[in-house]
């Protein structure tokens, strides 16, 4: 028999249907704007939106920006130097993006939120 579950999800257990749902990749939820080397930095950027999606406090909203902040040099580590040069620089303005714009986007709740999931009992 299956039941539903509100337990802590990770993004990695998030069900295809669960991430369309959530997750946008780079640039605001229903945002006409898309920001450059959205591409690259897609799986840095979904992280991201699930943190959002969690939400709860603002220090979760700057847990999740610092999050993004570093996932999106991780990406950039694997590039060779003059790509390095040309990417660096985005981490910098995706993260200063969030932190002044991010709010509107960011659940504000009484506690964190998970989406349900199916398990078998």
Same mark, same amino acid.
């Given at each position: 028999m299956k039941t539903q579950s509100t337990h802590v999800v990770k993004y990695e257990d998030l069900t295809p249907k669960q991430k369309a749902t959530i997750i946008n990749g780079c640039g605001g939820k229903g945002g006409w704007v898309r920001p450059p080397h959205g591409v690259f930095f897609k799986t840095s950027? +979904?992280?991201?939106?699930? =943190?959002?999606?969690?939400?709860?406090?603002?220090?979760? %909203? &700057? &847990?999740?920006?610092? #999050? $993004? *902040?570093? $996932? #999106?040099?991780?990406?950039? +580590?694997? /590039? +060779?130097?003059?790509?390095? $040069? %040309? *990417?660096?620089?985005?981490? /910098? &303005? *995706? *993260? $200063? =993006? !969030?932190? !002044? #714009?991010?709010?509107?986007?960011?659940?504000?709740?009484p506690e964190k939120r998970y989406p349900k999931m199916e398990v078998e009992s």
């Open positions: 950027c +979904s992280h991201h939106d699930y =943190g959002y999606f969690k939400g709860h406090t603002e220090e979760n %909203r &700057a &847990a999740a920006d610092r #999050m $993004l *902040y570093r $996932l #999106m040099r991780e990406d950039c +580590s694997t /590039l +060779s130097f003059f790509k390095k $040069l %040309r *990417y660096r620089p985005w981490c /910098l &303005a *995706y *993260y $200063l =993006g !969030v932190r !002044v #714009m991010g709010w509107r986007y960011f659940y504000y709740g």
